[in-house]
């Protein structure tokens, strides 16, 4: 979903509901402010799991991929990316890199990672779902809300305003 008030003003609004991820991702969706359920991951450069997941109704939700910070891959590419668009996904955070960048800019998704790599990964399948993960100082855990806008990433138990 489309995130319509500032992070700033959420954590304003609800100081002692939200946890705030360290500055680590960067921002590169067409969408830069979104929302949403959380649907994980956990994943390291395979993302079959990936793949697998966006081609599920995303209902609005965000899902979050553990990669385990590898910088040597790309775990989202504009082909999983369009299919994300196309399942209802609001966005996709991801705890390593993507490529394609130049494409998933100009889709309506938001996508944060850590970075960018031109490399596929591979798909051997191997991976959990909807488990709790832990990066950018957060335990991230399925169906806890999260909110994305230019000012960073917040986490709350409940859905907010």
């Known amino acids: 979903m489309k995130q319509s008030i500032s992070l700033p003003d959420l954590c304003d609004a609800y100081p002692n509901e939200v946890r705030v991820a360290d500055p680590l991702l960067q921002n590169y969706g067409g969408q830069v402010a979104f929302s949403g359920s959380i649907k994980t991951i956990a994943c390291f450069e395979d993302n079959a799991l990936v ?96 909110y994305v806008d230019e000012n960073g990433i917040l986490v709350a138990k409940n859905k907010l305003a």
Request: aromatic letters at 6%; glycine letters at 14%; one cysteine or more.
């Open 51 to 146: 793949a697998e997941r966006v081609q599920e109704p995303g209902g609005g939700g965000v899902l979050v991929v553990d990669a385990g910070g590898s910088l040597r891959c790309g775990m989202l590419g504009d082909n999983l990316a369009q299919k994300a668009v196309d399942n209802d996904w609001a966005g996709i955070i991801i705890y390593g890199c993507i490529r394609d960048v130049e494409i998933i800019r100009r889709m309506p998704l938001g996508v944060v990672a850590l970075a960018t790599h031109p490399m596929k990964s591979v798909k051997r399948g191997q991976g959990r779902r909807d488990e709790p993960v832990r990066f950018a100082g957060i335990e991230w855990l399925p169906e806890n809300y999260v």
